[in-house]
């Protein structure tokens, strides 16, 4: 029986400044009813705010180029089998994710791992028409029950390296019991909001739907980008989104992000 609610996210190195880990706190505060624990597995818990338990990320042998090698595989430390005594059910969430509401179903859906559909089924109509395709970026299991994939890892970590594209194939590979979100609770930014090409131009994104829990900004852009007042083209050609989007920055100033200096 997990003994805890606990939300966990990761932070190495300086792409990510203590603001995300401390709006995203701020953020599961709101859309958590009841007792939970936040915790940040991280190299320099330097910035966060009171409330957020920072504990060293767990030695899996990577040389140190190898933290930031395409493919994230230092999230694989969330598999060993004591994860720093941590016991209960985790609800893994990236740095660059919105979180908007709901997250006491989230720890209370089923499954031993539970994670996002990206695959191409991951856009608005297409749920459920294509196999899945499992995402790390918002994840559930209770802390020390997958320990398969980081023995796995452990056991070929070149082997896996060159194998898989990256740390979420491996661990669709490895895990048990991998099951989805239901569809519309963790959607994709730029798939559900950001507008058609050529329209996006003209319009800002969307609004999120109530139905979402999270929006995904998985790669370019992030949150960070579409906060200030004075800011360019934060897509990528052929893709023109650009400016403030006032959802994003007040969610970001409201959980107490800083005004980014740019």
């Not at 598999?79 to 985790?90: E, N, P, Q, S």
């Not at 650009?242 to 005004?259: F, N, S």
Request: glycine share 12%; charged share 25%.
């Amino acid at each position: 029986m997990a003994e805890d609610r606990i939300v966990l996210c990761m932070k190495w190195g300086t792409l990510f400044p203590p603001d995300y880990v401390n709006v995203l706190y701020n953020a599961c505060r709101g859309a958590i009813s009841g007792r939970f624990r936040f915790v940040c597995l991280t190299d320099d818990a330097q910035g966060f705010v009171e409330g957020v338990e920072a504990l060293p990320i767990p030695d899996i042998g990577l040389a140190p180029g190898e933290w930031y090698t395409k493919g994230v595989w230092p999230k694989l430390a969330l598999y060993v089998a004591d994860l720093r005594g941590l016991r209960g059910r985790c609800l893994f969430v990236d740095l660059d994710m919105v979180v908007l509401r709901g997250l006491d179903e989230m720890f209370a859906h089923p499954g031993a791992f539970t994670g996002i559909d990206v695959g191409e089924g991951w856009r608005p109509g297409r749920e459920g028409t294509r196999p899945p395709e499992l995402g790390t970026g918002v994840f559930a299991f209770d802390v020390g029950s997958q320990p398969q994939i980081f023995d796995a890892f452990q056991a070929d970590k070149a082997g896996a390296m060159a194998r898989f594209r990256n740390e979420q194939d491996f661990v669709a590979a490895h895990a048990e019991g991998l099951a989805f979100w239901p569809a519309g609770w963790v959607i994709s930014f730029k798939r559900w909001l950001r507008q058609p090409i050529g329209l996006d131009l003209m319009l800002p994104p969307k609004e999120p739907p109530d139905s979402a829990k999270i929006i995904a900004f998985h790669g370019d852009p992030r949150p960070i980008a579409l906060v200030p007042e004075r800011t360019g083209f934060w897509d990528r050609f052929p893709h023109m989104g650009h400016g403030q989007v006032g959802w994003v920055r007040d969610y970001w100033l409201e959980h107490g992000g800083r005004m980014p200096p740019f």
